[in-house]
Nanobody, 115 residues
C-alpha cells in the first residue's frame, strides 16, 4: 500500500504563488509515475502535471509556464509550485502515484484564488 498526504493549499490572490506538497509513505519501492490532478466544483478531475520515474515532466496546456512539478526522492515528497495563479486555478488538488499498475490517491488540498 501507498499513502499520500497533500498539504500547502490555501487562499491566495490572483497573480500570487503557492506550493503544494505530497508526502509519500508505505510501499514506495517501484512507484512509477506520479502526478497532480485538480477538480473544481461541477467539473471532472483533470491532470495538471505529471512526472515519471525518470523525472520527465508533462503539463496541461492551461498551466504550462506557470506551474512546476518536482520531487525530492530523499524526502519522499512531490511538489507543485504554482505561480501567476488565476481564479480558474481554484480547485481541490490531488496527488496520485502509480505502483504496479495500481493508482493511489491522496485526500486533496484546496486551493482558492481570489480575483
Amino acid at each position: 500500500q501507498v499513502q499520500l498526504v497533500e498539504s500547502g493549499g490555501g487562499l491566495v490572490q490572483a497573480g500570487g504563488s503557492l506550493r503544494v506538497s505530497c508526502a509519500v509513505s508505505g510501499s514506495i519501492f517501484s512507484i512509477n509515475d506520479m502526478g497532480w490532478y485538480r477538480q473544481a466544483p461541477g467539473t471532472q478531475r483533470e491532470l495538471v502535471a505529471s512526472i515519471s520515474s525518470g523525472d520527465i515532466t508533462n503539463y496541461a496546456d492551461s498551466v504550462k509556464g506557470r506551474f512546476t512539478i518536482s520531487r525530492d526522492k530523499a524526502k519522499n515528497t512531490m511538489y507543485l509550485q504554482m505561480n501567476s495563479l488565476k481564479p480558474e486555478d481554484t480547485a481541490v488538488y490531488y496527488c496520485k502515484a502509480r505502483r504496479f499498475f495500481k493508482d493511489y490517491w491522496g485526500q486533496g488540498t484546496r486551493v482558492t484564488v481570489s480575483s
